[in-house]
């Protein structure tokens, strides 16, 4: 069987990593296509080196651009690269432009697609992942879905037959570097200047465009983050830099210590120093849950309800809004003591998505 993954973004290069390893004990052909939506050595280089994952095959050098100047450049440059390959598989990750991009690019040439981490929803129309992975699960062949809420979602969109529960990949990793990090194998995470890790401290990150884009809206959140009565190591996306730049906006400011955005055993590393984690990313939340670390989240709805409902993580989509002292107790909370259970998998997603794929091959189930 031979599977092409297409990536681009930090979050799928997190989940390339043990579905690369996991076919690597198997004979089947795993070919890696990055489509350059990320090019920054920051979001892209040091996950290559850090996870131990090949080297792409292809690299399409897209860059960044408007939403349909990046989506049609990824549609342009992959045709080709499907049309020579032939896969028996073209596998698309998650929610960003270069998933839309790369399944659509398949099923226009009836490859057989599969959807890694189908069925997420925000019911948000206005965050672009939504649409893309909404799009993404109406074409793909088969909906490779990380828990049962999503299993739930697709159900009601009519898209049972084509839905299998996989886990979600991100516990496979995430699980193997904590236990490395613990290990002492790899060197202590490069915070921002002024943050001691031997001290309480919080850990940040911020990049949604709702969040970055509008400049009243980030200097209102950055005012909150920097009258927290913990230091705050904030480590700033590119996105954020550049809007804050454009902006006259200043990120280092009272609490807020800025630093740049870090490798992912840095990353765990940083979480497991951290009291807890403020921030809007999606994959953060998860990794914070499964570390056991209390999250704070900057919008008003997760695609992660696990993490909201076991009491980890809060929403606090304005937290401007929100009275400063009330804000602070929110962001230090105590740590919930229910178990908060394994919604996410085993740490084995990866070996289930090979397995599913050999059961589907062809893009329909045939054992
Ligand atoms: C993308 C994904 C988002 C994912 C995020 C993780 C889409 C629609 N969004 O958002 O789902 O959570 O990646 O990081 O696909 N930039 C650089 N260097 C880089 C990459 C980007 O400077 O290596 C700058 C670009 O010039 C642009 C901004 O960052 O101004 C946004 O990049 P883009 O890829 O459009 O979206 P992200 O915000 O990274």
Request: aromatic share 4%; net charge negative.
């Given at each position: 069987?031979?599977?092409?993954?297409?990536?681009?973004?930090?979050?799928?290069?997190?989940?390339?990593?043990?579905?690369?390893?996991?076919?690597?004990?198997?004979?089947?052909?795993?070919?890696?296509?990055?489509?350059?939506?990320?090019?920054?050595?920051?979001?892209?280089?040091?996950?290559?080196?850090?996870?131990?994952?090949?080297?792409?095959?292809?690299?399409?050098?897209?860059?960044?651009?408007?939403?349909?100047?990046?989506?049609?450049?990824?549609?342009?440059?992959?045709?080709?690269?499907?049309?020579?390959?032939?896969?028996?598989?073209?596998?698309?990750?998650?929610?960003?432009?270069?998933?839309?991009?790369?399944?659509?690019?398949?099923?226009?040439?009836?490859?057989?697609?599969?959807?890694?981490?189908?069925?997420?929803?925000?019911?948000?129309?206005?965050?672009?992942?939504?649409?893309?992975?909404?799009?993404?699960?109406?074409?793909?062949?088969?909906?490779?879905?990380?828990?049962?809420?999503?299993?739930?979602?697709?159900?009601?969109?009519?898209?049972?037959?084509?839905?299998?529960?996989?886990?979600?990949?991100?516990?496979?990793?995430?699980?193997?570097?904590?236990?490395?990090?613990?290990?002492?194998?790899?060197?202590?995470?490069?915070?921002?200047?002024?943050?001691?890790?031997?001290?309480?401290?919080?850990?940040?990150?911020?990049?949604?465009?709702?969040?970055?884009?509008?400049p009243a809206r980030l200097s209102a959140i950055l005012e909150s983050l920097a009258g927290l009565p913990l230091p705050v190591a904030l480590l700033a996306h590119p996105r954020l830099v550049s809007r804050a730049e454009a902006h006259g906006i200043k990120l280092n400011q009272g609490a807020v210590h800025v630093g740049r955005p870090l490798p992912y055993a840095g990353l765990v590393a940083a979480v497991l120093a951290s009291s807890g984690v403020v921030t809007d990313s999606g994959g953060l939340q998860k990794e914070a849950f499964?570390?056991?670390?209390?999250?704070?989240?900057?919008?008003?709805?997760?695609?992660?309800?696990?993490?909201?409902?076991?009491?980890?993580?809060?929403?606090?989509?304005?937290?401007?809004?929100?009275?400063?002292?009330?804000?602070?107790?929110?962001?230090?909370?105590?740590?919930?003591?229910?178990?908060?259970?394994?919604?996410?998998?085993?740490?084995?997603?990866?070996?289930?998505?090979?397995?599913?794929?050999?059961?589907?091959?062809?893009?329909?189930?045939?054992?």
């Open positions: 069987m031979k599977v092409i993954s297409i990536v681009g973004a930090r979050p799928q290069l997190v989940k390339l990593a043990p579905i690369s390893a996991a076919f690597a004990g198997t004979e089947h052909e795993h070919f890696i296509v990055h489509t350059g939506q990320h090019y920054d050595a920051d979001l892209s280089d040091v996950f290559f080196d850090g996870l131990g994952i090949p080297d792409p095959d292809v690299h399409l050098g897209v860059g960044s651009g408007s939403h349909g100047a990046q989506t049609g450049s990824v549609l342009t440059a992959l045709d080709p690269v499907l049309e020579r390959e032939q896969p028996d598989w073209v596998l698309v990750y998650g929610d960003t432009n270069s998933t839309i991009a790369g399944a659509l690019s398949a099923v226009k040439m009836h490859l057989p697609v599969a959807h890694l981490e189908a069925g997420l929803r925000s019911f948000n129309r206005r965050m672009p992942e939504e649409h893309n992975r909404v799009l993404t699960d109406h074409c793909a062949d088969l909906l490779l879905a990380p828990t049962e809420e999503a299993m739930r979602h697709l159900a009601a969109e009519g898209l049972t037959a084509r839905s299998q529960l996989a886990g979600d990949v991100m516990v496979d990793i995430c699980l193997r570097i904590r236990d490395a990090v613990l290990a002492g194998e790899h060197p202590a995470p490069a915070l921002p200047e002024g943050i001691d890790p031997t001290q309480p401290f919080l850990l940040a990150t911020l990049h949604r465009p709702d969040n970055t884009d509008d499964l570390l056991e670390r209390i999250t704070t989240t900057i919008r008003p709805e997760t695609e992660w309800v696990e993490t909201v409902d076991t009491g980890w993580n809060v929403l606090v989509p304005d937290p401007h809004r929100m009275d400063a002292d009330t804000w602070a107790a929110t962001v230090t909370r105590p740590t919930p003591t229910t178990d908060p259970g394994t919604p996410y998998g085993d740490g084995h997603a990866a070996e289930n998505v090979v397995r599913i794929m050999e059961e589907w091959k062809g893009g329909s189930r045939h054992a």
